[in-house]
C-alpha cells in the first residue's frame, strides 16, 4: 500500500461551522505534512509532523488546529474559516524527515468555504 | 531568500518533440532537488529526484534532470514527448538539514497536442 488516502474529497462549510480533513498512510511512513494549493499555485507548507510530533508550523492561523493522533492518522481540524481559505489541501508524508526523502502526496480535499 | 524559479509558465509542444524545463533554484548551502508531476485529476508523484554523485538523474516515464550547481539550475529533460506528459510539473528544493522545508517553485503546465 503505497497511498495516502484523504477524506472527503470535497467539502463546503460555512464560516461558523467546525470541521475536520482526515489523512491516512499505512506506509510506516513517521513524517506527515499538511500543504495549502490555490488554483495554479504551487503547494505552500502549512504544518510538519515528526514522530506524531508537530515538527513545523507555517505561522498557519489558529482557524487551523493539526493533529496525529497516531502514526497513522493526520487530522486537520476547521474552524471559522475565511473565504480566502478556499484551496485544495493535501496531505503528504515521508518515510521521515530526512531532506533527501521523497513526499508522497494524497488527492487532496476541495475545500470551499462560503 | 530561499526560493525556485521556474520561468516557463506553460509550455505547449507537438508529440515527439523534445521538452526541457527550466528551474534556476536561490539557497544558501547544499541542497536536495526533485522534480513532481500532477497529471490531471491526480495527485502530486514524484518524477526523479537528485541528492549526491552524479548530476545527470533519471527518473520515470523517460525523464531526466541534470543538476549544474555552478548556475542553480536543474532542468527537466525529455528527448520525445507524449501526449500522455500533458500535467503540471512543479521543481523543488530541500536543504540538508531534517528542519528544512521543502520549496516549490511556481509549476510549469505541459500541454502536448496529438
Known amino acids: 500500500d503505497t497511498e495516502v488516502t484523504q477524506t472527503p474529497k470535497h467539502l463546503v462549510m460555512g464560516m461558523t461551522n467546525k470541521k475536520s480533513l482526515k489523512c491516512e498512510q499505512h506506509?510506516?511512513?513517521?513524517?506527515m505534512y499538511w500543504y495549502k494549493q490555490k488554483a495554479k499555485k504551487p503547494p505552500e507548507l502549512m504544518f510538519v509532523?515528526?514522530?506524531?510530533?508537530?515538527?513545523i508550523n507555517e505561522s498557519v492561523p489558529s482557524r487551523f488546529s493539526p493533529e496525529c493522533p497516531n502514526s497513522s492518522l493526520l487530522n486537520l481540524h476547521l474552524h471559522a474559516l475565511q473565504p480566502e481559505d478556499s484551496a485544495l489541501y493535501l496531505c503528504?508524508?515521508?518515510?521521515?524527515?530526512?531532506?533527501?526523502?521523497?513526499?508522497?502526496f494524497g488527492s487532496g480535499t476541495q475545500l470551499s468555504v462560503l | 531568500a530561499q526560493s525556485v524559479s521556474q520561468h516557463n509558465h506553460h509550455v505547449i509542444l507537438s508529440e515527439a518533440a523534445s521538452l526541457e524545463l527550466g528551474c534556476n533554484y536561490s539557497?544558501?548551502?547544499?541542497?536536495?532537488l526533485f522534480w513532481y508531476v500532477q497529471y490531471p485529476g491526480q495527485h502530486l508523484q514524484l518524477l526523479l529526484k537528485?541528492?549526491?554523485?552524479?548530476?545527470l538523474v533519471k527518473g520515470i516515464k523517460g525523464f531526466e534532470a541534470e543538476f549544474i550547481k555552478s548556475k542553480f539550475s536543474f532542468n527537466l529533460r525529455k528527448p520525445s514527448v507524449q501526449w500522455s506528459d500533458t500535467a503540471e510539473y512543479f521543481c523543488?528544493?530541500?536543504?540538508?538539514?531534517?528542519?528544512?522545508?521543502?520549496?516549490f517553485g511556481s509549476g510549469t503546465r505541459l500541454s502536448i497536442r496529438p
Open positions: 537528485y541528492f549526491s554523485g552524479d548530476p
Open positions: 539557497y544558501g548551502g547544499t541542497v536536495n
Open positions: 509532523y515528526s514522530y506524531e510530533k508537530l515538527s
Open positions: 506506509m510506516g511512513h513517521r513524517a
Open positions: 503528504a508524508s515521508s518515510q521521515d524527515q530526512n531532506p533527501y526523502e521523497k513526499l508522497f
Open positions: 523543488a528544493v530541500k536543504g540538508y538539514s531534517s528542519a528544512s522545508k521543502i520549496i
